[in-house]
């Protein structure tokens, strides 16, 4: 017998999941729309060069790559932002900007399975091009805090961390570290909350980084406020603190301030988020509760494009995977209860009259009504049973004597009363 477990890794999604699923890129939609973005997809298969970069990231080494029988390498996207490039680069001039995008896809990386990470995953991803101000990473924070407050999920549960690469830049200069070294220690410093403190040490010492400039570029990163940090940068951190500080205003304006903690190690490891002295907002989603992984991330990458050979546009985004936020949901108890939505079951009494009980049915789906109808002859229990658990308003019984009358047995499923209702009167 055929091994019936999807691969390890994946998932299947029987009716059930799907209700849940469904639900969730439902409200992913909602909000989108609400911000005004347009909806966009591309396909899961790209070309492997659009994810493979230099900075020795770890989702080079994550991929699903393969070589086609056309001879070239392909792979199976493990993020939708390079994909996004691609289109923003085909479009060239004739893409009016500002564009505010957004998609749900899934993704593939072969990596290491915990609580909320899977090898595949579905990501809702939104994208502003060509806005350069923090203005855009408002925007999108308030999106996200918006999705959060429609699903029940509070400040108090979830937090958004922030910090700016600037930030990043402005510690690494007050030590002395080598710009040529900023992408490869943002990289390691993405790994402190994932690795000891001592695994981090050694890699940064690796990168020939000595103890005692580790040890203050460590510290630098737990600074938990603007006013301390800037007091430990003094005036080469006025400027990289100025994004931040702007961005608090706006969320203040939105109303979404009491979701943001303010956390200079906070860089995200992929190299296309904006480095050095023009370094962008970054940000991630967390548990407060501290049991999950990062709910969502996201920041400003405008040098992206410059990198797959066109001019460089200010971008700014977010991803926002669905494996995590179901298990959180789960934990606050928040998943909503989704059965089966049917209006109608129709029932034949009589096999001689199931061609006029597909009339019906037509007749009822053509009105908006959905319906439907049990295929086989059964008893009258097991097709009450049926409609109950479909979730039905109403069970129909076309036959017997009602149907010598020219009507059908109207059985209400929440009052119990049934009714005769002639045929052509059914809505």
């Not at 999807?6 to 911000?35: C, I, S």
């Not at 956390?263 to 190299?271: F, H, I, P, Q, Y």
């Amino acid at each position: 017998m055929v091994d019936t477990s999807p691969p390890r890794g994946t998932r299947d999604f029987y009716p059930e999941d799907m209700r849940l699923r469904n639900w969730l890129f439902g409200e992913w939609a909602a909000v989108a729309q609400l911000f005004g973005f347009e909806q966009f997809d591309v396909p899961v298969l790209e070309s492997e060069e659009l994810f493979v970069r230099k900075a020795g990231e770890e989702i080079t080494d994550q991929l699903y790559n393969f070589q086609d029988k056309g001879g070239r390498r392909v792979a199976l996207r493990p993020e939708i932002t390079p994909s996004l490039a691609r289109l923003v680069l085909g479009k060239g001039k004739g893409l009016a900007l500002p564009a505010k995008w957004w998609i749900v896809g899934q993704c593939w990386r072969y990596e290491r399975m915990t609580r909320g990470r899977r090898r595949e995953h579905y990501q809702w991803n939104m994208d502003i091009v060509g806005v350069p101000g923090v203005e855009a990473e408002a925007e999108l924070l308030a999106a996200i805090t918006t999705f959060f407050s429609r699903v029940g999920i509070s400040a108090a549960d979830v937090g958004i961390k922030v910090s700016s690469r600037k930030v990043l830049a402005a510690v690494l200069e007050r030590y002395s570290v080598p710009p040529e070294n900023f992408a490869q220690v943002c990289v390691i410093v993405d790994k402190l909350e994932k690795l000891p403190r001592d695994k981090v040490e050694a890699e940064l010492a690796a990168l020939g980084v000595s103890a005692d400039t580790t040890e203050g570029i460590l510290s630098a990163l737990s600074c938990r406020s603007l006013d301390q940090l800037g007091e430990l940068l003094g005036p080469a951190g006025h400027d990289a603190l100025g994004d931040l500080r702007q961005l608090w205003a706006l969320a203040a304006g939105y109303g979404f301030q009491e979701w943001l903690v303010f956390d200079a190690s906070v860089v995200r490891g992929l190299a296309y988020y904006t480095g050095g002295c023009d370094g962008g907002v970054v940000f991630e989603g967390f548990d407060r509760a501290g049991q999950l992984r990062a709910i969502c991330g996201g920041g400003r990458y405008d040098k992206l494009l410059g990198t797959f050979g066109g001019e460089d546009v200010p971008c700014a985004g977010f991803g926002f995977g669905d494996a995590v936020i179901v298990e959180l949901l789960k934990d606050k108890q928040l998943l909503p209860a989704l059965t089966q939505q049917v209006d109608d079951v129709i029932m034949v009494m009589d096999e001689s009259l199931r061609p006029a009980a597909c009339g019906i049915a037509a007749r009822l789906r053509a009105a908006g009504r959905r319906v439907d109808v049990i295929l086989e002859a059964k008893k009258m229990k097991w097709a009450f049973k049926h409609a109950e658990r479909s979730g039905a308003a109403r069970l129909l019984l076309v036959g017997g004597g009602e149907w010598e009358r020219g009507a059908v047995a109207v059985k209400d499923l929440a009052s119990r009363e049934q009714t005769e209702v002639p045929v052509d009167q059914l809505a």
